[in-house]
């Protein structure tokens, strides 16, 4: 086999793993040309034994890095057919790698999944419950479509909001609101009730057009808003509403 050959097929393997490593792997030291070495966050999920992993003990992603290592040194021994046979089957590991990963994390939001129809949270939390389920629904069908990245993301998703509903991390409706800008988020006083943490009905606009009626730009313009203003966001049926809308956290739907 050509030295070409050989080289396309370990830059090939070279994003392969430098790219999964990136998104997934804490503490592995790969030495590959031109990309640094990497060190992230673990990605911890549950295996078969009810036990917790991370990718360390991924035997499918541990092969991908061995034979990673031996296609580089075949490379650089100048024997290209070896090289590209082991960077071959460095991806094909690779790729399982990223099934596996994605099969357990679809398990874990199942788990979870099944505690929340257990504990009424669907009726407690709708919007988080409802949001959770299309992540685990879009999980299921990238898995199925060999898209194991979509399928990996949609379920850290899922996991991401269950875990805080059954941690009892869910925020308390927000007291402030600081408004974005209408060309990406559409923000005016309509769609903004209309936030399910807000009031959930757009038609509740003039409650924050009263609330805040001094700090309006012009007071008798209530389609005038501007980015980085501080909405008051008043109780109106009694419920608790504390701090600034954050963006990271997970709300009850009003």
């Not at 790969?30 to 990605?43: C, D, G, M, N």
């Not at 389920?133 to 999980?139: A, G, T």
Request: with cysteine; aromatic share 14%; proline share 6%.
């Amino acid at each position: 086999m050509s030295r070409r050959v050989s080289l396309v097929l370990l830059l090939s393997l070279f994003f392969v793993i430098s790219v999964f490593a990136r998104d997934y792997i804490p503490e592995f030291d790969i030495e590959i040309p031109e990309f640094k070495p990497v060190a992230y966050i673990a990605l911890v999920i549950p295996g078969e034994d009810g036990q917790i992993h991370n990718l360390h003990s991924n035997e499918f992603f541990l092969e991908s890095v061995r034979l990673t290592r031996l296609a580089e040194e075949t490379f650089d021994y100048g024997d290209y057919d070896a090289s590209a046979s082991f960077a071959a089957e460095a991806i094909r590991y690779a790729e399982l790698s990223d099934e596996y990963v994605a099969i357990n994390l679809i398990a874990e939001a199942r788990r979870l999944l099944d505690w929340a129809d257990s504990n009424n949270i669907a009726d407690r939390y709708p919007y988080a419950y409802s949001e959770s389920r299309d992540f685990y629904d879009v999980s299921l069908i990238a898995l199925s479509e060999e898209d194991y990245v979509v399928s990996i993301h949609s379920a850290t998703n899922a996991i991401e909001i269950l875990s805080a509903l059954e941690s009892g991390r869910v925020a308390p409706l927000p007291r402030q609101y600081t408004v974005r800008t209408w060309a990406v988020e559409r923000d005016c006083l309509w769609n903004i009730a209309g936030y399910p943490w807000v009031y959930n009905d757009p038609w509740k606009w003039v409650e924050l057009y009263d609330a805040n009626l001094s700090r309006m730009p012009e007071p008798d313009n209530p389609d005038l808003i501007h980015p980085g203003m501080i909405l008051d966001i008043p109780s109106i049926r009694g419920e608790d509403r504390q701090g600034m809308w954050d963006s990271n956290r997970i709300y009850e739907r009003f």
